[in-house]
Structures are given as structure tokens and as C-alpha cells.
């Protein structure tokens, strides 16, 4: 059983920074896919980043070049490094390990 906490969100004001983290335990953490995922109320989950094992690394189109994606695999740890946030980011971040462990959620809010 994999368990995943996220840590890190909050409220901040457009142009703002904010970084989440989620930490890993249960199963060996190196070898799988890791990423994070935002939803808002009313729409679909949607794929933030991505990051594989070795370090390979896929955003959306909203966030390239503002957001950043890393993993310690020595200390089970993945985060999101959000830069110039907008109003528009404004959702519950999850932590995603593949192929289907989630974590509970982090609320990031980015006021105008």
C-alpha cells in the first residue's frame, strides 16, 4: 500500500510563489511515474506534471516554463515549484504516483 501526503499549499496573490511537496511511503518509490494533478469544482482532474523514474519530465501547456517538477528518490520526496501563479491555478493539488495512488489533496489559492 502506497500512502502519499501532500504538504505545501496556501494562498497567495498573482505573480506569487508556491511550492508543494508530497512524501512517499509503503512501496519502493524509485521506480514508478510521479506527477501532480489539479481539479476544480465541477470539472475533470487534469494532469499538472509529470516525472519519470529517471527524471523526464512533461507539463501542461498552462504551466510551462512557470511551473517545476523534481523527485528525491533517496528521500522518497516529489514537488512542484509554482512561479508567476495566476488566478487561474487556483485548485486542489494531488500527488499522483503511477499507476493509480493519490494523495489527499492540498488546496493552493491564488487570489487576484
Known amino acids: 500500500q502506497v500512502q502519499l501526503v501532500e504538504s505545501g499549499g496556501g494562498l497567495v496573490q498573482a505573480g506569487g510563489s508556491l511550492r508543494v511537496s508530497c512524501a512517499a511511503s509503503g512501496r519502493p518509490f524509485s521506480f514508478n511515474a510521479m506527477g501532480w494533478y489539479r481539479q476544480v469544482p465541477g470539472k475533470q482532474r487534469e494532469v499538472v506534471a509529470t516525472i519519470s523514474y529517471s527524471g523526464r519530465t512533461n507539463y501542461a501547456d498552462s504551466v510551462k516554463g512557470r511551473f517545476t517538477i523534481s523527485r528525491d528518490n533517496a528521500k522518497n520526496i516529489v514537488s512542484l515549484e509554482m512561479n508567476n501563479l495566476e488566478p487561474e491555478d487556483t485548485a486542489v493539488y494531488y500527488c499522483?504516483?503511477?499507476?493509480?495512488?493519490w494523495g489527499q489533496g492540498t488546496q493552493v489559492t491564488v487570489s487576484s
Open positions: 499522483w504516483r503511477a499507476p493509480d495512488s
